[in-house]
């Protein structure tokens, strides 16, 4: 068994990203991860808190941290901009003797203090790096032998970095595929921007990113995308028919969490990993999963 | 040499002050944050012009472009800027100049976005992702939300939105709300 303080996020908590939070909780019991929820966390602030107030946006991440820090594990999220916001602190607290003054000197007004010991993780690593291939291997129960998968890094598990993979031409995700059993497409652009919360404010911008994306999978031969980020998913998913709309193209991929393709292969209720709450219907990705025999 | 401000600081000097901006000296004008940029061509002054800008000291002509708001925060220019300069941060810290000084640009919708959603964090410890999206929209464009309506509904069928919102303990709730008010009186990092 392996102990970790979880940090859900408000999108896998809440939000758009239920179906990640069910899957990665799921995904963690069959591989006898335990994941103890922080209380009474709070938002990670994200890119635009950051973009309003420096200070305040390493705070919301600090108090998160140090709350943490008592429990001496390390902190594990799903979602991609939680887990950079998380990491940075550490970074900006390391290089900075000023910077973890008034940090410190703000935590104090609610009578906590932050040291910057907490190991900030994003859930794929623990899977594939704590857990490993080979264990995630011995777990598959369904035929996933006919699949053919995009894996979408997007950006921020792997940049700014130095994480636990290559920042642009990243591999996890393709040998976790393997060890599931599906086959993993080529994906040049597995690593690129989708748009992430421009898609609001500007969302031709977005929309035009995510047109690539999807191209980039559907023309390499991809049957869904995996990913590991709850904004990417929105973009490619629920802006699907946006894409289309404003492309006149016909795309109908299902893009899945990564942890929703783990959770199938491992043989898991399917109503437990939320599959009914892609926009894009997964259908023929579940057709293709079979309970005949082990795929590897 | 740029006029100093009556605290004798310049504006190289305000970014450096910030973390993330230290390292706009060491820019040697490459373009490698340019060519990797997804969103360079949509910006005013792509970001090694924009870098040079602030160097020269043209406070106003950044802060109040629409540059840093096009950054989607992709960290590829992070990645592979040769003289290790985290272009990504440096954009943070210009939408927080801007911020602070009430010169973000009106034109685009961004700075508003982000400012309703540092709100909402704000105010709740929280993001309630459709209270973002109405108070948005209501603020910026309520017509906008029309063309909209097609992807709340399919949201709303694939159970996509939840209209209860995550909430802290109130003692929690008062914690985060004091740390924050330090942050802000302590006036930046």
Not at chain 1, 32 to 39: A, K, P, T
Not at chain 1, 212 to 238: F, M, R, Y
Not at chain 2, 131 to 137: E, Q
Request: net charge positive.
């Amino acid at each position: 068994m392996k102990y970790y303080t979880y940090y859900p996020g408000c999108s896998c908590e809440e939000g758009t990203a239920t179906a990640y939070g069910m899957s990665a909780l799921a995904v963690a019991k069959a591989l006898d991860v335990e994941l103890h929820e922080l209380e009474d966390w709070n938002c990670c602030g994200s890119s635009p808190y950051n973009s309003v107030d420096e200070l305040g946006s390493l705070c919301l991440a600090a108090r998160n941290l140090s709350l943490a820090e008592k429990k001496g594990l390390d902190v594990v999220t799903p979602c991609s901009s939680c887990y950079i916001m998380l990491d940075r602190v550490n970074h900006h607290l390391k290089e900075s003797p000023k910077v973890k003054a008034k940090v410190n000197e703000a935590l104090a007004a609610g009578g906590l203090e932050y040291n910057g010991t907490v190991k900030t993780r994003h859930i794929l690593d623990i899977f594939v790096n704590d857990v490993g291939y080979d264990a995630i291997k011995s777990k598959v129960k369904r035929n996933l032998s006919e699949l053919k998968v995009a894996p979408y890094y997007g950006c921020q598990v792997v940049r700014p970095g130095p994480g636990f993979d290559h920042p642009e031409n990243p591999q996890t995700m393709e040998r976790l595929i393997e060890s599931l059993g599906a086959k993993a497409t080529p994906f040049p652009l597995k690593a690129r921007c989708c748009g992430g919360s421009l898609v609001i404010p500007e969302e031709g911008v977005a929309l035009e990113l995510t047109y690539k994306l999807l191209e980039n999978a559907v023309s390499n031969g991809a049957e869904c995308i995996i990913t590991v980020c709850p904004l990417c998913q929105v973009n490619l998913d629920i802006y699907q028919g946006k894409v289309n709309k404003k492309f006149k193209s016909n795309f109908k991929i299902p893009v899945l969490f990564f942890t929703q393709l783990m959770g199938l292969a491992f043989g898991i209720d399917n109503k437990a990993l939320g599959f009914e709450k892609c926009v894009v219907s997964p259908d023929k990705v579940l057709a293709k999963s079979s309970t005949a025999g082990k795929g590897v | 040499m740029e006029p100093k401000e009556k605290t004798g600081a310049t504006f190289v000097d305000e970014i450096c002050s910030i973390p993330g901006g230290e390292e706009i000296r060491l820019c040697i004008q490459c373009g490698t944050c340019t060519g990797s940029c997804p969103n360079a061509d949509k910006m005013q002054y792509a970001p090694r012009q924009l870098f040079a800008m602030a160097r020269a000291g043209m406070r106003d002509e950044v802060l109040s472009s629409n540059s840093m708001w096009y950054c989607a925060s992709c960290y590829l220019c992070t990645v592979r800027c040769p003289r290790d300069i985290k272009p990504t941060d440096l954009m943070h810290v210009l939408e927080c100049l801007a911020s602070r000084h009430g010169l973000s640009t009106k034109k685009n919708k961004t700075p508003a976005m982000y400012e309703t959603f540092s709100n909402l964090v704000y105010g709740t410890g929280g993001m309630p992702e459709m209270g973002l999206m109405l108070r948005y929209y209501l603020k910026t464009n309520p017509f906008k939300a029309m063309g909209m309506i097609p992807t709340a509904f399919a949201m709303i069928r694939h159970g996509r939105i939840s209209l209860k919102a995550r909430k802290l303990k109130p003692e929690a709730q008062r914690q985060l709300k004091a740390i924050l008010d330090k942050a802000k009186e302590l006036g930046g990092a």
